[in-house]
């Protein structure tokens, strides 16, 4: 039933000989079959592996919601290619919650690509001050994780010592029970948990939920903290952000407690 879905889904592409049929670093929105004709993996103009008839296309973009194609492919003749929108793809996981199952078992089990890229996470604030070295570390530590829309990244009130960085999707920002914003790659603050590595926030305050097929950079809070004793300096910065994010929620919180009502704010 599900494979009849998907059928029912795919639509027909017809690329000429020698015409690109998606480049790397495209976005991975599609993932198909070659139904008639071949096509090839290109690296700088030359071919390195033939694609042949009833080979998939772009499958691995589109269950891990990758951000960017991760090769070129040209077709080498007269190519017809069926193909499937990323998102009609996992509006059928949705209706068919083992299938969601197993191809979420497929992006864990796959090998993990060998390093994050450095641009991906040093000019994001959190990062921005960090040395080369440090940045390069937290690269290597890095897990990409899938998610498929209506899955939860993290539920308010709970422990969630993680920091995500969204690379591709949109994440919904949800307070009691109410939507109050986005997190996005094209945001301002992509990225979400900080405070909670830094130990600031031991519960998560919004509960945070996929969109659409979001794909994220995970950092969790042992493997951050295991980076941060390396580099001193690192260290003397982020204890700083502590400092500064604390004192902040006290300004605003202790006020608010009956006990400290009518206590002097520098006191405070």
């Known amino acids: 039933e599900f494979l ?77 290619v069926w193909a499937l929108d990323e998102m009609a793809f996992h509006r059928l996981l949705d209706t068919f919650p083992d299938e969601k199952d197993h191809y979420k078992q497929l992006a864990i089990k796959r090998p993990k690509e060998a390093t994050v890229k450095r641009r991906e996470i040093e000019d994001l604030q959190f990062f921005q001050r960090c040395p080369p070295g440090f940045v390069d570390e937290i690269r290597q530590r890095l897990d990409r994780r899938t998610y498929a829309p209506g899955d939860v990244l993290v539920v308010e009130g709970q422990s969630a010592p993680w920091v995500g960085i969204v690379t591709k999707g949109t994440v919904r920002v949800i307070s009691k029970d109410r939507h109050v914003g986005v997190i996005e790659a094209t945001t301002d603050k992509p990225y979400f948990g900080d ?74």
Not at 239 to 255: K, T, W, Y
Request: with cysteine.
């Open 4 to 80: 009849g879905d998907i059928v029912g889904n795919l639509h027909r592409r017809l690329y000429l000989p020698n015409e690109i049929i998606f480049s790397r670093g495209d976005p991975g929105t599609w993932m198909g079959v070659i139904f008639k004709g071949s096509a090839a993996e290109d690296r700088g103009g030359q071919e390195v592996r033939e694609i042949e008839t009833g080979s998939p296309l772009g499958a691995l973009s589109v269950v891990e919601s990758a951000s960017e194609r991760k090769i070129t492919v040209r077709a080498r003749t007269v190519c017809e």
């Open 195 to 268: 405070l909670a590595v830094l130990g600031v926030e031991p519960v998560a305050k919004h509960t945070l939920q996929a969109d659409d097929a979001t794909g994220v950079l995970a950092l969790t809070q042992e493997s951050f903290l295991q980076a941060v004793q390396a580099f001193p300096q690192v260290r003397s910065m982020y204890q700083e952000i502590v400092r500064s994010s604390l004192a902040g929620l006290l300004d605003h919180g202790l006020q608010k407690l009956p006990f400290f009502a009518d206590s002097n704010p520098r006191f405070l």
